[in-house]
């Protein structure tokens, strides 16, 4: 249809042209659709449309060019906020939240609502969540939580240890051993709470990226500047997860029209604080298996690094190809260049630097 306003075949119309056709067949698109269509309009100045930004929104895909063309100008928007619809069902107010919780532009709120189909679900944090803290833990140790005084601490074959680590599977499964009820406890809330909405938001190979980049990072820090101490818990794929939200949370503070979210922000800050600090003071407490030290709390500050970096760059561009973010070049090489630096250390430096290290277990 849109060629009819497009003789030459340049792949764009006028303005005039374009909402000339909304007018006349707007009844029959998505009221949303309809108003980012309109928003489209308004918001370009060099007077015409792209072809394929509309093939593109018909067909809930993002662009760039789209996402330029919709920051241009004052974006105006033409209908009341997400936030003012009354009569939705438990299901839609649910997604609502979400969207609120996540994006900070009324724009992207009303894009994500309106394609969510939740197919497929949040699958990965979920799944993570019942293998790592109820599964492994329940059903094949018969103890929910492994305490780090608890004879099968060292002895299994999932947490990092140092004189273990030519096993290369340690640097992830690590993330199944936990160093008590409120280690678990508190990792399995922020996961939830914090990595369920933004899995439903971004999608699980963008979270389960940030994730996991999180949790080898985390070992691989512990390998470099802890090097005698091994690692539990899941602290270094979630403490990516909820620092790289909160960032985006600050970068994006008057956008956000989440309720109560500076309470919010607070109540995540004290739990990893209280995580964070007793994983400092667990670390010097004297161990219960000497020479062998309690677990590092250096996978946390590993996690933190990610979040802050990859991670802000992914919850930032929402469906936007990362492959065009010149940043997340920069992020990723710079990641990329510190797993390759951990590795040589891991080969060389430890007989290098002489170090004694704890028993094997």
């Given at each position: 249809?849109?060629?009819q306003f497009d003789p030459d075949n340049t792949g764009y119309i006028s303005t005039e042209k374009f909402r000339s056709l909304l007018q006349r067949h707007g009844s029959?698109?998505?009221?949303?659709?309809?108003e980012v269509l309109l928003a489209l309009a308004d918001s370009n100045s060099e007077g015409r449309i792209c072809y394929q930004d509309f093939v593109n929104l018909m067909s809930n895909k993002r662009s760039n060019s789209f996402r330029q063309a919709m920051l241009q100008g004052n974006r105006r928007l033409c209908s009341k906020a997400l936030l003012e619809e009354t009569g939705l069902s438990l299901p839609q107010r649910l997604i609502r939240h979400v969207a609120y919780e996540t994006l900070p532009r009324e724009i992207d709120r009303k894009w994500y609502y309106d394609s969510y189909t939740c197919c497929p679900p949040p699958w990965f944090m979920i799944t993570v969540t019942l293998v790592a803290f109820f599964l492994y833990n329940g059903v094949v140790l018969d103890r929910f939580v492994l305490q780090v005084s608890h004879p099968l601490y060292l002895?299994?074959?999932?947490l990092y240890h140092p004189q273990l680590r030519a096993q290369a599977w340690r640097y992830l499964t690590y993330i199944f051993m936990h160093a008590g009820i409120e280690h678990l406890g508190l990792n399995v809330v922020l996961q939830l709470l914090v990595g369920v909405p933004l899995e439903m938001v971004h999608g699980a190979a963008r979270i389960s990226f940030v994730y996991v980049a999180g949790v080898v990072a985390g070992s691989l820090a512990v390998s470099v500047a802890?090097?005698?101490a091994p690692v539990v818990g899941s602290s270094g794929g979630v403490y990516a997860l909820v620092?790289?939200?909160?960032?985006?949370i600050v970068m994006n503070w008057s956008g956000m029209k989440c309720q109560f979210k500076l309470l919010r922000m607070a109540v995540a800050l004290v739990c990893m604080s209280f995580e964070f600090g007793r994983a400092v003071w667990l670390r010097f407490h004297p161990s219960a298996y000497p020479p062998c030290p309690h677990p590092s709390f250096m996978a946390h500050l590993g996690g933190v690094m990610v979040g802050i970096t990859l991670g802000v760059i992914i919850l930032r561009n929402y469906e936007q190809r990362l492959q065009d973010q010149t940043l997340w070049w920069i992020f990723l090489s710079i990641y990329v260049i510190f797993v390759l630096f951990a590795i040589f250390w891991n080969i060389f430096a430890y007989s290098l630097l002489d170090l004694k290290l704890p028993p094997p277990p």
């Open positions: 249809l849109l060629s029959e698109l998505d009221p949303h659709k309809l002895k299994n074959a999932l802890d090097m005698r620092s790289a939200h909160l960032a985006n």
